[in-house]
């Protein structure tokens, strides 16, 4: 199959596994506030009630985050663990620290466990079909040590988490000893957090799933859905620009790995979630356009002939929707 039917193959299944009433939800919010289309948005940036479209966005996302902290709380002497999953730049690390805020409200919080440190050395990652080490499969962590860790840690038990140095590729030889105390839930903040092999030595019950995507409802000029990959796509570019000091084109050219691992370990799950967060922010379409943009000529010519990185695909349908989006004034 090829890869551009396989990318629309994928979308229809996400959107198949996503609740329907959650995203009718976006969508009558977004036509309440007039930003279901572009020109809609455009009117909002141009008639000077961006900002206040801004606060209102951030309002709907908070209360949405709310909710599913409340779900929590509501089964806070059962749940140990919440994990927090969705696609790259979904929102996940946002979404944390505002759960976080609404879980220490009620005298309760939670506490993260960075998976990064239980990748294998560099020499046991598995690689891809152009012989790279792929960074994106869940096999590149100790998924064993992983399950060991956290059916000690549900047991009250202190556990030694490795360090990993992403200089070298190789854990260090000291360890961090880790525990939860009580009133506090382990968080997984993972990519792959619905991944069954990643946490099979919980118990079901014991675990609080919550899925994230930039679930947008906005349609383009034509009447296009703009697609959720891409949203996600240029806020990834944007994090690793100023974050990572990472070029966006760069980006651009790791996205095939990230989006092939989405599809194999994330999107197959979604159902198995106990609730779905909304991601996507009304307004985060004008503030793309200003700063990453610019690159899209650059990455499209680049990408155009390399059979490694074909992936003018993901920027042929954003192109020509930012090219007609308006830009805001910062």
Same mark, same amino acid.
């Given at each position: ?10 979308e229809?299944?996400?959107?198949r ?11 009558e919010?977004?036509?309440?506030h007039?930003v ?5 948005l ?23 985050? !709310?909710?599913?902290a409340?779900?929590?709380?509501k089964?806070?002497?059962?749940v ?7 696609p790259?730049?979904s ?5 944390t ?6 879980l ?20 046991m990652?598995p ?7 792929d960074?994106?499969v869940?096999e590149a ?11 000690e840690?549900?047991?009250g038990?202190t556990?030694?988490t490795?360090i990993?140095n992403?200089k070298?590729?190789k854990?260090e030889?000291?360890?961090?000893p880790f !525990? ?5 839930i382990?968080l ?6 619905? +991944? ?8 079901r ?6 899925y994230i995507?930039t679930?947008s ?7 296009n859905?703009?697609?959720?990959t ?15 000091? +990472?070029d966006?084109?760069r980006?651009?050219?790791?996205w095939?790995?990230?989006?092939? !691992?989405?599809?194999? +370990? ?10 779905v ?13 200003k700063?990453m943009?610019? +690159? ?6 680049e ?24 830009e805001c004034?910062?």
């Amino acid at each position: 199959m090829k890869r551009k039917e396989t990318e629309a193959n994928f979308e229809q299944l996400e959107r198949r596994n996503i609740p329907k009433m959650v995203v009718q939800n976006v969508l009558e919010w977004n036509m309440a506030h007039g930003v279901d289309t572009v020109g809609g948005l455009n009117k909002r940036v141009l008639d000077g009630t961006f900002p206040e479209l801004v606060r209102e966005g951030d309002a709907e996302y908070v209360r949405n985050v !709310s909710c599913a902290a409340d779900k929590i709380i509501k089964h806070r002497d059962l749940v140990r663990i919440a994990i927090i999953a969705g696609p790259s730049s979904s929102g996940k690390t946002t979404t944390t620290i505002k759960l976080n805020e609404r879980l220490m409200e009620a005298g309760m919080s939670i506490v993260p466990m960075n998976l990064d440190n239980y990748f294998f050395n560099l020499e046991m990652h598995p690689k891809d079909e152009f012989g790279d080490y792929d960074f994106e499969v869940p096999e590149a962590l100790d998924l064993a040590l992983i399950n060991e860790h956290l059916a000690e840690l549900i047991k009250g038990k202190t556990v030694q988490t490795p360090i990993y140095n992403f200089k070298t590729g190789k854990r260090e030889k000291k360890t961090v000893p880790f !525990s939860l105390k009580r009133n506090q839930i382990l968080l997984i903040d993972s990519l792959h957090g619905l +991944y069954e092999k990643m946490t099979h030595s919980v118990p079901r019950e014991m675990k609080f799933r919550l899925y994230i995507e930039t679930l947008s409802q906005l349609k383009d000029n034509e009447g296009n859905w703009v697609r959720w990959t891409d949203t996600r796509l240029l806020r990834r570019m944007v994090r690793d620009s100023w974050h990572r000091s +990472y070029d966006p084109v760069r980006t651009i050219g790791h996205w095939h790995y990230v989006r092939k !691992s989405e599809m194999r +370990y994330i999107v197959p799950f979604i159902t198995t979630v106990d609730f779905v967060l909304n991601g996507a922010l009304p307004f985060e379409l004008p503030v793309h356009k200003k700063f990453m943009f610019p +690159y899209f000529a650059q990455a499209i010519g680049e990408f155009k002939n390399n059979p490694k990185l074909a992936l003018t695909k993901y920027l042929e349908s954003t192109a020509p929707l930012m090219y007609h989006v308006s830009e805001c004034v910062l």
